[in-house]
């Protein structure tokens, strides 16, 4: 019996869900599948934790080989196109991959406000990096000082969002402080 390809392009929360559902669904099937999993990244990035690198250092970046065995192909390539009437894609390296079926699993776009409107949007690795390096540098600052109540004001930090991240990164906060 012929094998079945099939493609997903996104190695995200909804990528990785996919591929779950797809070895559940195939486990006892006689047709075999091939999984191929592309990404523009050689690992999964958590997003859903990135509150706790605001306060800590957590292991954010998961290789996409934690999740998976010889049974899903890797990939690390971006997106270039997609031909459906052939179909195949492009992708930025290696060039043409085909398949039988394709699931694009692309992620959500995270929109940051204008730099005028100041703070640092929780958005990335490196966004969190720099909100716990300020904070470390604010905490600093109250040890110079001699008044309580100006003391108190510098340990001031607020946190704009009402979303999950936003009170699971202000309770990692509040903790760490």
């Known amino acids: 019996m012929e094998s079945k ?5 996104g190695g995200g929360y909804a990528g990785l869900n996919v591929i779950r559902a797809l070895q559940k669904q195939y486990a006892h099937a006689k047709q075999k599948v091939r999984l191929i999993l592309i990404d523009k990244e050689p690992y999964h990035l958590r997003k859903v934790l990135l509150f706790k690198a605001a306060a800590g250092e957590p292991k954010l970046r ?3 080989s934690c999740y998976f065995d010889d049974e899903v192909t890797c990939i690390t390539a971006a997106l270039t196109s997609v031909k459906a009437s ?3 894609i492009q992708v930025a ?4 991959t085909a398949g ?3 699931v694009l699993a692309l992620g959500s776009v995270v929109v940051s406000p204008p730099p005028e409107q100041g703070g640092i949007p929780l958005t990335s690795v490196a966004a969190a990096e720099q909100i716990r390096n300020e904070l470390k540098r604010k905490v600093e600052q109250p040890r110079m000082e001699r008044e309580p109540a100006r003391q108190k004001s510098l340990l001031s930090a607020a946190v704009v969002d009402s ?3 936003g009170m699971e990164a202000s309770a990692e906060i509040a ?3």
Do not use: E, M, N, Q
């Open 5 to 9: 390809t099939i493609l997903i392009v």
């Open 62 to 64: 998961v290789p996409f």
């Open 86 to 88: 052939h179909h195949t």
């Open 93 to 96: 390296y290696p060039d043409g």
């Open 100 to 102: 039988a079926r394709l």
């Open 163 to 165: 979303s999950i991240t």
């Open 175 to 177: 903790y760490w402080l």
